[in-house]
């Protein structure tokens, strides 16, 4: 079990759906990511968030809108998004301080049609 | 971007014997961490090492760095079938990055039993 928990597991969704996915610690972590994670590739970094502020956009299409309404949890939300979106989302949270590691969830898989 | 390389980028092996992956990095970092993906999982980390630190041990683990090279093995001993996985070095640097990392291309084992 991870202390990173992301819901929901799976996701299908059309192209023109509006959806969210869900991140939640309960670690006292203050810096939050979000990654996308293609099949046999390594994650690739979409968000970060320190102390419940936007710090890094990997220059991330706008269909995606990240938001953190509190320090325990980070949201994704999802509209017009394309086939090549279809991918494993995952959230990862981390203490502060310079050699800490980052814990992840399990991840959503998400599917578009 | 992508600035991690690891090799080999698949490693089968049997139960008991030792699995060596190597990554190699391109720019200074503050730290070089190892972390292990299951099929269909987050990312679980597995060691960190400063960039001040030549080798480190956990359990069956050891990894060296060498910064000099701008390289660093994992060292997985008496492997078991539970080791099969995709591993992946991920490099942070100095300065105020958010605890970015970049991750390596991966190595996927797989320990037959």
């Known amino acids: 079990d991870t202390e990173v928990t992301q819901t929901p597991k799976h996701l299908v969704m059309g192209m023109t759906n509006k959806k969210s996915l869900k991140c939640e610690q309960h670690?006292?972590?203050?810096?939050m990511y979000w990654y996308k994670q293609k099949a046999k590739k390594p994650p690739e970094l979409m968000f970060v968030?320190?102390?419940?502020?936007?710090?890094i956009n990997e220059s991330v299409p706008s269909r995606f809108s990240p938001e953190c309404p509190n320090s325990s949890l980070l949201n994704l939300h999802l509209h017009a998004l394309q086939p090549e979106d279809s991918a494993l989302y995952l959230c990862?949270?981390?203490?502060?301080?310079?050699?800490?590691?980052?814990?992840f969830g399990d991840g959503t898989r998400l599917s578009i049609l | 971007s992508q600035q991690g390389e690891e090799d080999p980028q698949a490693l089968s092996i049997q139960e008991g014997e030792n699995a060596t992956m190597n990554c190699s990095y391109k720019?200074?970092?503050?730290?070089l961490q190892w972390y292990r993906q299951n099929s269909g999982r987050g990312l679980v980390h597995l060691i960190l090492?400063?960039?001040?630190?030549r080798e480190k041990h956990s359990g069956r683990l050891r990894v060296t760095l060498d910064t000099s090279k701008k390289s660093s093995s994992l060292l997985i001993t008496a492997s078991r079938a539970a080791d099969t996985a995709s591993y992946f070095c991920?490099?942070?640097?100095?300065?105020?990055?958010?605890?970015?990392?970049?991750f390596g291309q991966g190595t996927i084992l797989t320990v037959h039993p």
């Open positions: 090492i400063r960039s001040n630190e």
């Open positions: 991920a490099t942070k640097k100095g300065g105020t990055s958010y605890g970015k990392l970049t």
């Open positions: 670690m006292g972590h203050r810096a």
């Open positions: 968030y320190s102390y419940e502020k936007l710090s």
């Open positions: 720019t200074s970092i503050n730290n």
């Open positions: 990862a949270s981390r203490m502060t301080g310079s050699n800490q590691p980052q814990h």
